[in-house]
């Protein structure tokens, strides 16, 4: 009887020893679900067994039982959270709960580009699928009465960065979140300008960012374009810059600028108007306000594009001409 025993203790050591084996190996080893990553959602108030025939449902596991045991035998069952994750190729049994265990579920994200309107702004928010959008059929000015300080154009007043969020986030709050990091940027960088500059408010520095935003071609110029400008405000010299004009034009522009697009007088049209333009005409990088804050020690009054993304920059009408014809004319 007592033999009987051993072996009986034996062998239920023995198994628990080959169980507590098979489920190390099973727990890391990877799952190779896809060649990259796959999305998976969990639903809601979803019990241990729900969960796994989800996860088999989507093509993460073969089979469900293994994860269960796995999960009651490391008491993970209880804290196991719905939501979306992104899985990688290489996650194993064990990462997986872990992933879920602490809700790693998936975060969107978007990301607004400098030197883009506030209307391309809306269309990418739009297309996002972990947004919750709640501004469709919204004027900018009623967009601007949620995410602002009742201000009536939207265009220049947001920061282009990446933004991450939870999936299921409002639109409007990650609109004023790049307002409210628009708004610090620019009242650090005002604090900071150069003296003797022609503006009387940030906001005519950050009208002189967006223009400068959409004449750069080459990073280093920046500062070079900015002086221009600048030198052509102090002097009552009209802008004229083609950004502007094609801002003004709005779905009318159609690729070209004809000679009737620059002496049609609009708010926007820097040919036929002195100073700024009203508003902002797209978005601004802190590299550009900076920029329109320190401008380069210049005499220049002119520029042209060499048609590889910078400029020749002249003194004078003369020079200027000069090098439209060498660098526009000749090609």
Same mark, same amino acid.
């Given at each position: 009887?007592?033999?009987?025993?051993?072996?009986?203790?034996?062998?239920?050591?023995?198994?628990?020893?080959?169980?507590?084996?098979?489920?190390?190996?099973y727990a890391k080893t990877p799952l190779n679900i896809r060649p990259d990553a796959q999305e998976i959602t969990i639903k809601p108030n979803s019990s241990l067994r729900s969960i796994a025939k989800q996860l088999v449902a989507q093509g993460v596991l073969k089979t469900e039982w293994p994860f269960v045991l796995l999960a009651k035998v490391l008491k993970k069952e209880p804290y196991l959270q719905a939501?979306?994750?992104?899985?990688?190729?290489?996650?194993?049994?064990? @990462?997986?709960?872990?992933?879920?265990?602490?809700?790693?579920?998936? @975060?969107?994200?978007?990301?607004f580009i400098e030197g883009k309107t506030f209307k391309q702004m809306r269309q990418r928010l739009a297309k996002n699928d972990a947004i919750k959008h709640t501004i469709h059929g919204l004027s900018d000015a009623e967009v601007m009465q949620v995410v602002g300080r009742g201000e009536h154009h939207a265009e220049g007043l947001f920061f282009p960065d990446t933004f991450y969020f939870d999936r299921g986030t409002l639109d409007t709050v990650v609109l004023k979140r790049a307002y409210e990091i628009m708004q610090?940027?620019?009242?650090?960088?005002?604090?900071?300008? #150069?003296?003797?500059?022609?503006?009387?408010?940030?906001?005519?520095?950050?009208?002189? #960012?967006?223009?400068?935003?959409?004449?750069?071609?080459?990073?280093?110029?920046?500062?070079?374009?900015?002086?221009?400008?600048?030198?052509?405000?102090?002097?009552?010299?009209?802008? @004229?810059?083609?950004?502007?004009?094609?801002?003004?034009?709005?779905d009318d522009y159609q690729?070209?600028?004809?000679?009737?697009?620059?002496?049609?007088?609009?708010?926007y049209n820097t040919y036929t108007r002195s100073g700024l333009p009203p508003t902002p005409i797209a978005m601004p990088g802190l590299a550009s306000i900076e920029a329109a804050l320190h401008p380069a020690n210049t005499k220049a009054l002119y520029f042209v594009g060499k048609g590889d993304g910078s400029h020749a920059f002249s003194n004078n009408l003369a020079d200027h001409n000069r090098a439209v014809v060498k660098y526009q004319l000749q090609k």
């Open positions: 009887m007592i033999k009987k025993l051993r072996l009986l203790l034996w062998i239920a050591i023995i198994g628990c020893v080959g169980l507590a084996a098979w489920m190390a190996y939501g979306d994750y992104t899985l990688n190729k290489n996650i194993n049994p064990y @990462q997986l709960l872990l992933s879920l265990n602490h809700g790693k579920s998936t @975060q969107g994200s978007i990301t610090n940027r620019l009242t650090k960088a005002w604090a900071t300008k #150069a003296d003797g500059l022609p503006y009387k408010t940030s906001y005519d520095a950050l009208i002189m #960012a967006s223009i400068i935003e959409k004449e750069t071609g080459k990073a280093s110029e920046r500062e070079m374009i900015a002086g221009v400008f600048i030198n052509r405000l102090r002097i009552g010299m009209r802008l @004229q810059t083609d950004p502007t004009i094609i801002y003004g034009m709005g690729g070209n600028i004809r000679r009737k697009d620059l002496v049609k007088d609009t708010p």
